[in-house]
């Protein structure tokens, strides 16, 4: 069984040993620089003195999701601040505790501090649940752009504009680890079908 409600609900969710493991794609400090990394800090502020480890899954591409014609001709994140004919581009975000709600929110801050952003964002959805509900507020024409994974929006049939690559990880319970559901699945993550398939996704490299 899994549930998708963001990577800080999965990582509280192992804490209090609801679950067995938890996709991590959470930015430490500096991310966006070379310094950065992510998930460390993360599980080292939350699970001290759990007995877990920390399994690389993949790398993943992250951007903008936008129209297949893209009206708005955003090619970076400093276009989501310009105006076109007068207006705006409308941007959905991801709900607080997703992993791309906090890249998205700590790039911006660092646009921001860097003098890049001329004025604040267009923000009219704060509420997008998964990366099929941020693709869907795209293509239905809820909003002109959201950040969001390479595979989502190619699923969606939306025009895409990368802006960076990301580390996700597998937290695991060590024990947990070692019984026949994870080691299923683990076993299944190394199979000729799964990795045809995150190729037909696009943007991961395992």
């Known amino acids: 069984a899994s549930l998708c409600r963001?990577?800080?609900?999965?990582?509280?969710?192992?804490?209090?040993?609801?679950?067995?493991?938890?996709?991590?794609?959470?930015?430490?400090?500096?991310?966006?620089?070379?310094?950065?990394?992510?998930?460390?800090?993360a599980v080292q502020d939350t699970m001290t003195g759990e007995d877990v480890v920390l399994l690389?899954?993949?790398?993943?591409?992250?951007?903008?999701m936008v129209a297949r014609d893209n009206p708005y001709r955003?090619?970076?994140?400093?276009d989501l601040?310009?105006?076109?004919?007068?207006t705006r581009?409308?941007?959905?975000?991801r709900a607080m505790g997703a992993g791309s709600r906090e890249l998205f929110d700590?790039?911006?801050?660092?646009?921001?501090?860097?003098g890049t952003a001329a004025s604040s964002l267009n923000i009219v959805r704060d509420d997008l649940e998964s990366e099929d509900d941020a693709a869907l507020a795209v293509r239905l024409g809820y909003?002109?752009?959201?950040?969001?994974?390479?595979?989502?929006?190619?699923?969606?049939?939306?025009?895409?504009?990368?802006?960076?690559?990301?580390r996700v990880d597998l937290l695991v319970n060590r024990r947990s680890y070692?019984?026949?559901?994870?080691?299923?699945?683990?076993?299944?993550?190394?199979?000729?079908?799964?990795?045809?398939?995150a190729k037909a996704l696009g943007g991961y490299d395992l």
């Open 74 to 78: 955003i090619g970076s994140l400093q």
């Open 89 to 93: 581009p409308r941007i959905g975000r």
């Open 143 to 166: 909003v002109d752009a959201v950040f969001g994974a390479q595979s989502a929006a190619q699923s969606h049939g939306l025009g895409f504009v990368p802006v960076m690559r990301e």
């Open 6 to 41: 963001g990577s800080r609900d999965g990582l509280e969710r192992v804490r209090r040993r609801e679950a067995c493991a938890a996709l991590l794609h959470l930015p430490d400090d500096g991310v966006g620089t070379a310094a950065g990394s992510f998930n460390v800090a």
């Open 81 to 86: 601040f310009a105006r076109r004919r007068r």
């Open 178 to 197: 070692f019984e026949a559901p994870l080691q299923t699945l683990l076993a299944f993550c190394r199979t000729p079908a799964f990795a045809a398939h």
């Open 106 to 114: 700590r790039l911006v801050a660092a646009l921001a501090a860097g």
């Open 56 to 64: 690389n899954w993949c790398w993943r591409q992250q951007g903008l």
